[in-house]
């Protein structure tokens, strides 16, 4: 702490303190403080301090927040150090290496544990204005009942990583009536998960295929790594509007049994461009769906380009039910 000043950040800030990178002219790195708003995105804090000389220019895209007592975790765009559960007035230590690494805090400890209520509190002081609920911390604790506040304008809500969580689905659903995304899945399940990776938790939250299908308004469903999740596909044919679907495991030891049925029952749903589903082992059965290009209503002929005229063309990921 030396040379830095002992006074604790202002009220409504976050103290971030380092080092200036070394000069020609001088043997001596001049020590900075910086205090930055609460509420500000942390890169953007972290490009303020390159604009002002206190640290290196970034050498890449990713930058790590290291927390006391926990791992290191991304710094993700427009999340902020309430997104990463950062009390109010502490002190950060900023390292000059490679690219900006923030460390723990130095004067006061970090918060172990928070719990869903209280970030939604601090993120959503009206809960009305709740459209989007993502990029939630993943250390947050306590059951989703305390969603229900927040639903009635809710459009996305993603919960990726929130393996803390627990609750049953069943419960919350009801009041999303204006749901478009839903993401309830351990990480990442997009078209480069690695399927051999062992090591992704299971979720805890449970719930039913039978109450997700009510979301009439329902575009995007992931349910990966939900291995509580029960119900038959063919519950979700009312879903007139559902495009992606994903359910099942992230890898062989996620295996979803709970979900059933054959692949033949989500077929009606002519909505679908995407369907993934893994390490399911009780559903079964092959899957066709039928490309309807207009033009050859309208004397296209066979073979012919159909660019927009296509009504939806599927692409579909089956592996290892």
């Known amino acids: 702490m030396a040379g830095f000043g002992a006074h604790a950040a202002p009220h409504g800030t976050i103290s971030l303190r380092g080092y200036e990178p070394l000069r020609e ?8 403080r910086y205090d930055a708003p609460e509420d500000k995105p ?9 604009q002002r000389g206190l640290v290196p220019p970034l050498k890449g895209g990713l930058l790590a927040l290291n927390l006391p007592g926990a791992r290191r975790v991304k710094v993700l765009p427009r999340r902020t150090f309430n997104d990463y559960g950062i009390r109010p007035r502490s002190t950060f230590l900023v390292r000059t ?21 209280q970030w939604l509190e601090s993120k959503f002081p009206m809960p009305s204005a709740a459209t989007e609920i993502s ?27 929130c393996t803390r969580l627990t609750g049953n689905l069943d419960d919350v659903l009801p009041q999303f009536k204006a749901l478009r995304v839903l993401c309830v899945r351990s990480r990442d399940d997009g078209d480069d998960v690695d399927r051999t990776y ?3 938790p ?3 939250i449970k719930g039913s295929l039978s109450q997700i299908s009510i979301l009439q308004n329902l575009e995007q469903l992931s349910l990966s790594d939900c291995t509580q999740v029960n119900g038959d596909l063919c519950e979700l044919t009312s879903m007139s509007k559902l495009e992606s679907l994903r359910l099942g495991g992230t890898n062989y030891r996620n295996e979803c049994q709970g979900i059933q049925g054959t692949l033949e029952g989500i077929g009606p749903v002519e909505s ?7 390490f399911c082992p009780n559903i079964i059965g092959t899957i066709v769906w039928t490309i309807f ?3 050859r209503e309208q004397g296209g002929g066979e073979g012919g380009q159909c660019g927009e005229g296509v009504r939806h063309i599927l692409q579909v990921l089956v592996a290892d039910l």
């Open 25 to 32: 002219d001088s043997a001596r790195r001049k020590p900075w």
């Open 42 to 50: 942390v890169d953007q804090v972290i490009d303020d301090l390159v």
């Open 97 to 117: 290496t490679k690219q900006p690494r923030l460390l723990g805090g130095m004067e006061q400890a970090l918060p172990q544990s928070q719990s869903l209520a």
């Open 135 to 161: 990029e939630v911390p993943v250390h947050l604790t306590g059951d989703i009942t305390c969603l229900k506040p927040y639903a009635e304008n809710c459009r996305i809500l993603d919960l990726t990583g």
């Open 198 to 200: 062992s090591e992704s």
């Open 202 to 204: 299971v979720m805890a």
């Open 272 to 278: 679908l461009v995407d369907v993934r589903v893994r």
């Open 293 to 295: 290009c207009p033009h």
